[in-house]
């Protein structure tokens, strides 16, 4: 999509390269998804219930979203595989801390957890879906830390990312562990009134001078997905970047002006969601209704596994 002429064109992810100018810098958020989702059985029910790992605490603790969380007290104790107990030791708003009597690591979480799929997938995990539901750079010692993965990442191939160098693109990497600030939707009556919940980012020192280098000579920035172009956004600073790690609550919503990225490639995003709301802020409300209708027209894939576009101009 042409964002300025409002012209909608339809290609292949494939043809990319021919597609971008040389000299122009992609940014791709490489955080790897962990395998967050954890099932636990009640000691005192024998009932079974989802635990979703969302940030680590001190002392063995986690904050957890849990299934039939009314239910799910402060003084619950869990069995957990590898006969490991938990227990709920207090609440934060509707989400529960959970302390094992261990520590566990990526290392336990990728035998005994599941991937995190999103809920409109309605089935349980397959084995494939952990190397599915990873991008292909995230595999290469990439932070280990979302709960959910930059979708928009998950459509470039190890072939598409060489032949996109041999046609002269670029390629950064920044890292914003994806949480509960990406995937919750929107609840209030009103888009402003959205609060959005904290994630963690973190940019070194090479790739923000990339960035900076590629900005300042006016070649265009294109960010891999909204949590990328979050993560520039909240870094930015009068034509610099933050170095190191840092956490965001940033919401942009339709009238956020953009500083960093002049392109956006994202996937089709579900209805009610700040995904969407971002989307529309770096399209225009109208042009992005238009171009969803055109994808439901032509039989678009939507969401985590489905189509993407690409937002120029």
Request: charged share 25%.
């Amino acid at each position: 999509m042409d964002r300025k002429t409002q012209h909608l064109e339809h290609r292949m992810v494939c043809d990319l390269p021919s597609i971008l100018t040389e000299g122009t810098l992609m940014v791709f958020n490489n955080s790897r998804v962990r395998k967050a989702r954890l099932y636990g059985i009640s000691e005192k029910s024998g009932a079974k219930f989802e635990f979703l790992l969302l940030e680590k605490k001190p002392g063995n603790t986690w904050r957890v979203m849990v299934s039939r969380a009314r239910r799910c007290r402060t003084g619950s104790i869990y069995l957990f595989p590898d006969k490991l107990c938990g227990e709920i030791t207090g609440e934060d708003g509707e989400y529960r801390l959970l302390r094992f009597e261990r520590p566990i690591d990526d290392a336990w979480l990728d035998i005994h957890g599941h991937v995190p799929l999103p809920p409109y997938i309605k089935r349980e995990d397959l084995k494939d879906d952990a190397e599915r539901y990873q991008t292909v750079y995230a595999e290469q010692g990439s932070e280990c830390g979302s709960v959910a993965a930059p979708t928009a990442g998950l459509h470039f191939t190890e072939e598409l990312l060489a032949n996109l160098e041999k046609a002269g693109v670029e390629t950064a990497f920044i890292t914003l562990h994806v949480g509960l600030g990406t995937f919750l939707p929107i609840r209030s009556d009103t888009i402003t009134d959205h609060v959005m919940h904290e994630e963690t980012f973190s940019i070194d020192d090479k790739t923000a001078e990339k960035i900076e280098s590629a900005k300042a000579a006016g070649r265009k920035i294109i960010a891999v997905g909204t949590t990328s172009i979050r993560t520039l956004e909240s870094a930015w600073d009068n034509g610099k970047l933050t170095r190191g790690e840092s956490r965001t609550a940033l919401y942009i919503y339709p009238g956020y002006r953009f500083n960093a990225a002049d392109a956006l490639f994202t996937n089709f995003h579900t209805p009610e969601s700040t995904l969407l709301m971002l989307a529309a802020a770096f399209a225009g409300r109208e042009n992005i209704l238009e171009s969803y209708a055109e994808a439901i027209r032509e039989n678009y894939r939507f969401f985590s596994y489905g189509d993407a576009m690409l937002i120029a101009g």
